[in-house]
């Protein structure tokens, strides 16, 4: 149950994210978005951990988790952030949230049981994602040359990176205090994208965007913590579904932002939340 109710909760969470994330996108430079999400999440979780003090159950084995945690988050929000800046939140958030299928599968092969049946789910998920990736019948946001192609492989960088992000996360979280378990994205972050950025003044920020950035930022941390908290259950079963903030997201981006898809981007998309609904109730 905790489990079922932490990936949920990170689901909820995320979608608000990724929303508020794609508004920001369009005011600022992605890097910026970047930076400014995770500064956000460093101020809410570095005195956490700080009153947690340092873990007994720090160590070497952890500290690595850790880093592939904080590394592969960073880096998949920094692809993301990229997409939604000349993407659809109704198109990218399908293919990202397939990274509970990817953190699904490494659990697999350290050992974690999986329903029978997830195979032909995950068969599903990948050909809604080559589907998903079928440019559309309008155009990108984008004008450049090569944009349409260069969104959906965007995505899929991000949902590869976030995958590893989660289950690490999931590993480092069964021996260390939550507030430890979410703190690496945001050290990591601010040390090599929003400090460098700061340094050289290319760091932006505009009144519209700040509501934008900072919503995203305590998302992201409320996400995190709560699919650290189910993943002490099962990291596959946290982490597929937590996955469901695709289809929170992309209703969400329909009504709000009148966004539309190709016909056969439709049915990648829908393709993607069935396989990962599938895969959902096998493991739940």
Known sequence: MTAIAGGLGAAAAWAVAMLTASRATRMISAPSVLAWVLFTGLCIVLPWAALEGIPDGLDASSGTWLLIAGAGNVLGLLCAYSALRIGKVALIAPIVSTEGAIAAVLAVLTGEHVAEGAGVALVAIAIGIALAAVPGEEKSVST???????????????????????????????????????????????????????????????????????????????????????????????????????????VAAYVLFRERLGKLQLAGVLTIVAGVAVLTWLQA
């Open 144 to 250: 450049a040359a090569g944009a349409a192609w260069r969104v959906p492989t965007l995505a899929i960088a991000a949902a590869t990176a976030f995958g590893m992000s989660i289950y690490a996360t999931g590993r480092a979280s069964a021996e260390l205090p939550i507030a430890w378990a979410v703190l690496p994205p945001r050290v990591i972050g601010v040390l090599v994208v929003f400090l460098p950025l700061a340094v050289t003044a290319r760091l932006r920020l505009t009144r519209r965007a700040v509501p934008f950035v900072v919503v995203s930022g305590i998302a992201e941390v409320v996400g995190f913590a709560s699919y650290a908290v189910g993943s002490r259950d099962s990291v596959a079963v946290a982490a597929v579904l937590a996955s469901q903030f695709a289809a929170i997201a992309g």
